[in-house]
């Protein structure tokens, strides 16, 4: 972990699927793309295949389509794993995890406008949920609409105050909008909690005062 302005969470397990170069946007990626289903755990070589069967078997049936795009993903295949999320949705239009896992794969693939859409759904259906909250600024902070970005951040803040990846993206958006004040007064606050974050915080404020 070398900055935080970049991850999103999707729910449980993933690795860190989604590593920028820019070590200011490490944090959102990593973090949106767990899974609580863990879609995208490592897989075998085979198992595409194997749930592709399955899912032909049992062309109704939601869980198989979920899985078969989680191993889609873990492959790099993004279309087809967008594609098998939406099939599940279709079948189970109450399905939580295949909207998260749609947000998930869009902002992997740098459709951040398409995944603050469905991360934006993904938040209608539970509006105080800070990791939700989360993920949709985050999306919205790639898109460079920081000051949605910070309202987002504050909302996750508010239903969660030691949510310190929130506070992290928050600070990195105010500096980028010329609120220093507001964004030391993070750094002083992470300060306290976690030296690593704080000084890589500190590291993004200076960069955007140059």
């Known amino acids: 972990m070398a900055d935080n302005s970049g991850s999103v969470y999707i729910g449980s397990t993933m690795n860190n699927l989604l590593r920028h170069s820019k070590a200011a946007l490490l ?5 949106v793309l767990l899974s609580s289903l863990t879609l995208f755990a490592a897989c075998k070589p085979d198992e595409i295949n194997s749930l592709q069967q399955e899912v032909w078997k049992n062309p109704q049936d939601a869980t198989s389509w979920m899985r078969l795009g989680g ?3 873990r492959h790099q295949r993004y279309s087809d794993a967008s594609d098998a999320f939406k099939k599940a949705l279709a079948i189970n239009p109450k399905l939580d995890d295949a909207v ?54 504050n909302e996750a803040i508010d239903n969660s105050e030691s949510f310190m990846d929130a506070h992290y993206n928050l600070a990195v958006c105010y500096a980028k909008t010329g609120h220093q004040k507001e964004a030391l007064a993070i750094y002083e606050w992470l300060l306290q909690k976690n030296n690593y974050l704080a000084f890589s915080l500190k590291k993004h404020i200076k960069n955007e005062t140059r």
């Open 27 to 31: 944090r959102l990626s990593t973090l």
């Open 71 to 73: 191993a889609f993903a």
């Open 100 to 153: 998260h896992a749609l947000g998930a794969v869009a902002f992997k693939e740098k459709k951040y406008s398409d995944a603050a859409l469905f991360f934006q759904q993904h938040l209608d259906r539970s509006p105080k949920d800070s990791l939700r909250l989360y993920n949709l600024g985050n999306a919205y902070m790639q898109l460079k609409q920081f000051d949605k970005a910070s309202t987002l951040y």
